[in-house]
Structure formats: structure tokens, C-alpha cells
């Protein structure tokens, strides 16, 4: 074989050479140094030491003692950041680093930690924790390896107590407050397995006060010290949605009775009665059976039930006259709150005309908002609105319409315990959930993008219109110029 028929010629060996070294650097970052900026370790600068004119890149202790991060001069929703003594930060949506409890997701540990929930004390540095802790994030007790919550069953502390550490509604942390079943996986050699009585903080206070294996059928049991449980086999089980004789519904959770409040049921724990989704369940236990609006519900938000299943059912009017928008925000179907929303022709069912419209933080429809049509559709303007004056009063509480139900879809999945935990940066509760961001018009996740992204159709249609006319103009004159220099 030829040397020239190689794919290495001396012609062209150093260019190929190179395209591959180039490549080799761009997959192992050398040209990427932005991609692990937060990965490594990062100098604590001091902003009042930095000369006049620089421009800040990093993290800094800025004059007012807060740090931050930067990036070209401008702080940054930064996440976890590691500074060269081994502190680490969290700058949050505050552009600063915070202090108390806060849930950290993904995204935004740089790959510094897992995802979870961690403290930072009043110096802004992650509190690496190892071991016990009791009356901890949300009231409960936890054993932390390098502060992630650990499912290691039965552990003993240093003054002889029992905990026993297991995975409740996705979270690593003690059984609380309940008889619980200790199976032989769980006890670690540590104590014998079966039922034990754990108190308010998680320590093992003794046997428990039920039946022990063997002693009960299986079936749903209503007992003496109160409780709901479901038994099998002897022993009670998290058997999930179970429905007694007269027709209740009871949620058993993993804490092994039935439970009050709001929680979210997988679908491997409905058992087929009911699709997966969050329910309530009253002081008796009983799954409250929905349907209507309910406003200042789950987390706070407005919903439309149709057998305990949130609708995005679209626009409906309450027996007051209010109307609300009920529409899949996230992966929820639930009410437009407090924001202007465009409603499409689809979601209005006829009641209302299609528009934008200002809702309030309930969810309520308090106005119609007028766009001032005398801006030409290229200007490029925004517009501008105003808002008439709201429709009606409402009541707090109302009764169910009667509507197009629509389709139904999962909601979230994630559980809670009857109740929500607000977040104050300096009480150390965790960070308030970050609601998610409604759809408004000329974004382009809404139906009401169209007049935007029609302008800029316009704007880019004539631009290349105009070019292709101008080309064959130039061509023309050059031709007439180049004819004119050959024949003076």
C-alpha cells in the first residue's frame, strides 16, 4: 500500500494530528475549564483587597460580610461551592451563602455532594455530621454519615438507647411514635426481632403494645390503644389503601397504622382502589372523598376534585360566580394563582371568552386584562395592559360546579405529613418550596407565545426577503459595470 493512500500522509498527517488532539482536549476539558468551576476548590477572596476596576470572578467576602459568588462581576445562583480550606457554601437564590436547613437538589451540588438536605451554621459552612441527631431537619431524628441520612437499621448510642433507622415516604430517618416490627434484617444483632414501642424522638422505650407475630389473622384491625392496622401473616404490615367492610378508605402507611393528614399514595400502594396521587385523610382517619374546588389545599394551592383526582379541567365558575383556570402546572393539576394568565379558546368551556386574565393568589379570576392593540405587529413594542375591574367577591369555602371533568393526570408524588414547613433563612427550617414558575403570555411554554414569536417570524421573514431581492440587483449592477470597463 501507497504511503500517499494512508489515512497518515506528510501532507496532511499534522492537520489530522492535531484535529485529534483537539478533540481529546475538548472531551477532557481543557477547553472547558467553566465546566468543573465548581467542582474544585475555590480562594475565599476578599472584595475590600481586590483593586479598583477588577472585575470579580469567584467567591468573595464582599465588603457588607455576605459572600457571594461571581461570575464576570456578577453574583450567581451559584449552589454548593467549595472553598480551599475544604468550607463548603450554599449560594441559593439570594445570590449569597445562607445559613439553617435547606434541600439541596441535583443541579445545584456541583457534584460537591449528593442531593439532600443540609445545615449550614452562622459562619455559612456546611455542618458535616456524623452520627445521632434527634429533633432535626422537620422535628425528626436521623443518623448522618458525612451529613446524608443513612437506613442502617437498629443503632445503639452512647448512653445505651435504641434507634432503629429505616426509609419513611423516601427519607432516611428513625421510626418515631409507633409500635413498629423490627425484622431480623433491621436489628443488626442488636436486640431480637419483633414489635417494639418507640417514643416521640425515636429511642426504643420497650415491647410493643400489640399482638406479637402469629397471634392475629390477616385483615384490617381497629385496636384498643386506638390505632388502624392492617395484619398479615401475624404481623402489621404498610399494606397501603385498604377498604373496610362499610366502604372507608385507610391509608397504612410504613409507620404500620393508618394515618391523618395529607400524603401521597404510589401507585404499588393504592392496591387498585384508587389511581396514584395525594389524598386526605380526616381525625377518623377516613379518606375524605373530594370533589369541587377547594382553595388553600395541598401546599397552599387551589384544586378542582373529582373523586378526591385533581382536574385540569380549565375554566369553571363556582356557585358564587367566580371563576378559576384549572390547568397541569408542573406535573399538578391545579388552579393559575396569583399571575396573569392567557386562557386558550380549549380551556375556557365556553363559560368565558379567550384571553389573558389576572388571577389572584387563590386562584381566583379577578379581572380581564386589555391589551392595547394600536401597536403594529412589528414594532417590536411591548404591550401594554391594563386591568378592569375584578368580576366578583368569593367565598373562601365552595360548593363543586358541575362540569367537564377532563382528563386526568399523576399528581406529585412527593409526601408530606399533614404539614407544610415554611423556611426562614435565619431560623434554621428548611427552604420554602420554590413554587413553580405559571406559563404567561409571550413565554414560549404558553399558548398566548404567538404574538411574539410572530413578530420575530415577521422580522426574520423580511430580512431574508429583502436579501434575496438585493442579490440579483448587485449581481446586475456589477455586470453593468463590468460591460461598461470592456466597452468604453
Same mark, same amino acid.
Given at each position: ?10 501532507? &496532511? ?53 455576605? $459572600? ?33 436547613? +435547606? ?44 451529613? $446524608? ?17 429505616? *426509609?419513611?415516604?423516601?427519607? &432516611?430517618?428513625?421510626? =418515631?411514635?409507633?409500635?413498629? !416490627? ?22 426504643? %422505650?420497650?415491647?410493643? #403494645? ?46 404500620? +397504622? ?6 401521597? %399514595? ?6 387498585? $382502589?384508587?389511581?396514584? #396521587? ?28 373529582? &373523586? ?5 379541567? #380549565? ?40 384571553? *389573558? !386574565?389576572?388571577?389572584?393568589? *387563590? /386562584? ?41 371533568? #377532563? ?6 408524588? @412527593?409526601?408530606?405529613? /399533614?404539614?407544610?414547613? @415554611?423556611?426562614?433563612? &435565619?431560623?434554621?427550617?428548611?427552604? @420554602? ?11 414560549? =411554554? ?43
Amino acid at each position: 500500500m501507497s504511503l500517499n493512500n494512508t489515512w497518515f500522509t506528510k501532507r &496532511n498527517g499534522l492537520w489530522r494530528i492535531a484535529s485529534v488532539v483537539v478533540l481529546l482536549c475538548m472531551v477532557m476539558g481543557v477547553f472547558l475549564p467553566f465546566a468543573s468551576l465548581r467542582t474544585s476548590a475555590e480562594t475565599l477572596q476578599d472584595a475590600g483587597a481586590l483593586e479598583e476596576g477588577a472585575v470579580k470572578n469567584g467567591l468573595f467576602r464582599d465588603t457588607d460580610g455576605e $459572600i457571594r459568588y461571581y461570575e464576570n462581576g456578577i453574583a450567581t445562583y451559584a449552589g454548593l461551592v467549595k472553598d480551599e480550606n475544604g468550607y463548603i457554601y450554599f449560594i441559593n437564590q439570594t445570590l449569597r451563602a445562607v445559613y439553617g436547613y +435547606y434541600a439541596i437538589s441535583e443541579e445545584l451540588t456541583n457534584g460537591i455532594m449528593p442531593a439532600g438536605f443540609y445545615a449550614f451554621d452562622e459562619d455559612r459552612h456546611m455542618e458535616i455530621r456524623n452520627g445521632i441527631y434527634t429533633n432535626d431537619w422537620q422535628g425528626y431524628t436521623y443518623y448522618f454519615v458525612n451529613s $446524608i441520612p443513612q437506613a442502617v437499621g437498629v443503632v445503639q448510642d452512647t448512653d445505651g438507647k435504641y434507634y432503629c433507622f429505616t *426509609t419513611i415516604f423516601g427519607t &432516611n430517618r428513625a421510626v =418515631e411514635n409507633c409500635d413498629f !416490627y423490627v425484622t431480623e434484617d433491621l436489628a443488626n444483632g442488636l436486640i431480637t426481632p419483633g414489635l417494639y414501642r418507640f417514643d416521640e424522638v425515636g429511642a426504643l %422505650v420497650g415491647k410493643g #403494645g400489640v399482638a406479637v407475630p402469629g397471634s392475629k389473622p390477616d385483615g384490617l384491625y381497629f385496636e384498643d390503644d386506638g390505632r388502624i392496622r392492617y395484619y398479615q401473616n401475624g404481623v402489621p404490615i404498610a399494606a397501603g389503601l385498604v377498604q373496610a367492610e362499610d366502604g372507608s378508605i385507610y391509608f397504612i402507611s410504613l409507620l404500620r +397504622y393508618a394515618v391523618k393528614g395529607y400524603y401521597a %399514595v404510589s401507585e404499588e400502594m393504592t392496591n387498585g $382502589i384508587l389511581p396514584a #396521587g395525594f389524598y386526605a385523610f380526616g381525625e377518623d382517619y377516613k379518606l375524605e372523598i373530594r370533589n369541587g374546588i377547594y382553595t388553600n389545599d395541598w401546599l397552599g394551592h387551589t384544586y378542582y376534585f373529582v &373523586n378526591s383526582v385533581p382536574q385540569a379541567v #380549565g375554566v369553571v365558575q363556582d356557585a358564587d360566580g367566580n371563576y378559576y383556570c384549572f390547568t397541569k402546572i408542573g406535573s399538578t393539576n391545579r388552579a393559575v394563582e396569583d399571575c396573569e394568565f392567557y386562557v386558550t379558546e380549549e380551556m375556557t368551556n365556553g363559560l368565558i371568552p379567550a384571553g *389573558t !386574565y389576572l388571577f389572584d393568589k *387563590t /386562584g381566583m379570576m379577578i379581572g380581564a386584562v386589555e391589551t392595547d392593540e394600536s401597536e403594529s405587529a412589528s414594532s417590536g413594542a411591548e404591550e401594554t395592559v391594563t386591568v378592569t375591574e375584578p368580576i366578583t367577591n368569593r367565598e373562601e369555602e365552595t360548593p363543586a360546579p358541575e362540569i367537564p371533568t #377532563g382528563s386526568v393526570t399523576e399528581p406529585v408524588t @412527593e409526601p408530606v405529613t /399533614g404539614q407544610t414547613t @415554611e423556611t426562614t433563612e &435565619n431560623t434554621g427550617k428548611p427552604d @420554602e418550596t420554590k413554587k413553580e414558575e405559571l406559563p404567561q403570555p409571550g413565554q414560549e =411554554e404558553t399558548t398566548s407565545e404567538g404574538g411574539q414569536s410572530g413578530k420575530k417570524g415577521c422580522k426574520s421573514s423580511a430580512g431574508l426577503g429583502v436579501l434575496v431581492l438585493l442579490v440579483p440587483v448587485a449581481c446586475l449592477v456589477s455586470r453593468k459595470k463590468g460591460s461598461g470597463h470592456r466597452h468604453p
